[in-house]
C-alpha cells in the first residue's frame, strides 16, 4: 500500500465506503423483512424523513385497547344499537344558527353519568360492527356516542367527562376543520382522542349537501376523505356520517365503492344490523337541554 499513487488510494478508500454502505442497507432490508413489515401500513403523504419521524411518534405512542375497562359481554345475536348524535358540546352563543345543536358540558356529563347508572356502556361502531357481522361480545347495554364535524369544545369538553368513564366516542371528522385551530381540532388533539380509544370516520372534507354536488366532487368528499384520513391517522375509517344525513342513490353507492363498512344519517331510531340498512344506520339525536333521565327514558322507550 505504501507504493500506491495517493489518488488511486483515494478511490480504494471510497469503494470501500461505498461497499459497506451498500451492506448495511442489505441488512436493514432484511431485518425489515424478518420483523414482519410486508409494506401494507398506511404510507403519510410525505418525504421518507417526514414519514419515518412521523411513524416513530406514533410507534411510541401507548397501545389502547378499545375493550380496557369496559365489560363486552359475550357473542350473542345480532341486535340493534342506539347510536347518539352530538355537535358542539359547549354553551350555546347568543347568535347560534342552530342553538339545539350545542350540548352543555354540565348536560353531557349528566347523560353519560345516567347511561352508565342505568347500565350502558359505551363502544364503538366498529365494534358493533363486529358484533353484528362477525360474533364479536357487545355489552348488553351498549350505546355509541358519535360526534359530528370535530369542534374544540369536543377535545375540551366531552373527552374529559369520557376518560373518567373510560369510555370511547366516535368522531366523524370534517377534514376542513382540522385547519380551524381557534374552534375546531389540530391533528395533535385528535390523536390525543385516539390514544383514549376514540374512533375517526369520515364527513367528508368540506361538508357539503352530497346530492348537490358532481360525480367529481362527490368522488372526492366520500373517497378522498377517507383516504386522508387514513394517511394522516393511520386508522381504517371504515364508516362514513352524511353532512345533514343528506343523502341519495348516487351517495349512496359512492360511499359503498369507497369502501366503507356503513354510514349513519340524521334518521331517528335504533341503528339495525340488517344488511339492507348498513349504508342508512339510524341515529338518536341529543339536543340541548335533554336531561340525563329524559336520554335514558328515550332509550328505554326504543328498546334499548
Known sequence: MSGT????LRRRIVALLLLLAALAVVVALVAKIAGGDDGSSVQASATPAKHGRRAARRAARPAVSPTAGRDM???????????????????????????????RRSEFEEQMQALKDAGYTAVTQQEVWDFWHRGGPLPERAVVVSIDDGYLSNYLNARPVLKRLGWPAVLNLEIANLQQPEWGLTPGKVRELMADGWEIDSHTITHPDLTTVDAARLKAEVADSRRRLQRAFGVPVNFFCYPAGRYDDATLAAVEAAGYLAATTVNPGLADPDEGARFTLNRVRVNGGTSGATLVSQLQGLGA
Open 5 to 8: 499513487p495517493p489518488h488511486i
Open 73 to 103: 359481554g359475550r357473542p350473542g345475536p345480532a341486535r340493534p344499537v342506539p347510536i347518539l348524535m352530538y355537535h358542539v358540546t359547549t354553551d350555546p352563543p347568543a347568535d347560534a344558527p342552530y342553538p339545539d345543536l350545542y350540548v
